[in-house]
């Protein structure tokens, strides 16, 4: 039993180090986007809905908040050609740390509670493949509508000013890259999420 422990633990650790190196190498290298037509779709939020999966949502909520993290730090450092980071960080480092911290936390603690709660349903236990997707893809909307969201609440006059536009626009502005990236970005969830997690899951002990 104890070696069936340590072994669970190691196992654990292992896939925490690796997801986490994953992040950090998209976020730090600016290289989470996938070209869909005519639009670029992030996959920042994919590792760390993968580790909600099969870690649990415990584990989704570390990676997602070492996004986070690592986000807020790349843009307080200037390592980053976010221009809305770096105009939020100029105004209030607080209030691009809320932003930058907080939808990151929940993509992977919601995706995780979401797919276990899936999970105790008799219907989605024999569809595995459709059941992780389908977990992707609400973990990126997740993602997409918290960020764009805090956005819109604390920071709409300064997006306003950057794109040149009236505040009353700046609704209409964050609800159309909402239903065109973020919605491209679900479907790439949906899919990547899917083949992953059910390759992992089907080799590997999953997280109870």
Not at 91 to 105: A, G, H, K, M, T
Not at 107 to 132: A, D, H, Q, Y
Not at 136 to 163: C, K, Q, W
């Amino acid at each position: 039993m104890v070696k069936s422990n340590t072994h669970t633990r190691v196992g654990y650790i292992t896939r925490m180090g690796a997801l986490l190196a994953i992040i950090i190498i998209l976020t730090a290298f600016n290289i989470g986007y996938i070209p869909v037509g005519p639009i670029v779709a992030t996959i920042y939020q994919v590792p760390v809905i993968v580790g909600a999966v099969i870690l649990g949502p415990s584990a989704g909520s570390v990676l997602g908040g070492v996004w986070g993290v690592f986000s807020f730090i790349l843009a307080l450092t200037g390592n980053t050609t976010d221009v809305v980071a770096l105009a939020t960080i100029q105004q209030s480092p607080f209030i691009y740390f809320i932003i930058s911290f907080v939808p990151r936390l929940l993509t992977g603690l919601l995706p995780g509670l979401l797919f276990k709660l899936l999970t105790r349903i008799e219907f989605f236990k024999n569809i595995r493949f459709i059941t992780c997707g389908i977990t992707g893809a609400v973990g990126s909307l997740v993602n997409t509508i918290l960020y764009l969201g805090a956005l819109y609440l604390l920071i709409r006059e300064l997006l306003a000013s950057l794109f040149n536009i009236e505040i009353g626009a700046v609704g209409a502005m964050v609800m159309g890259v909402a239903m065109t990236n973020g919605l491209v970005e679900a479907a790439v969830s949906f899919v990547l999420v899917a083949a992953i997690c059910s390759a992992l899951i089907h080799f590997l002990p999953m997280k109870k």
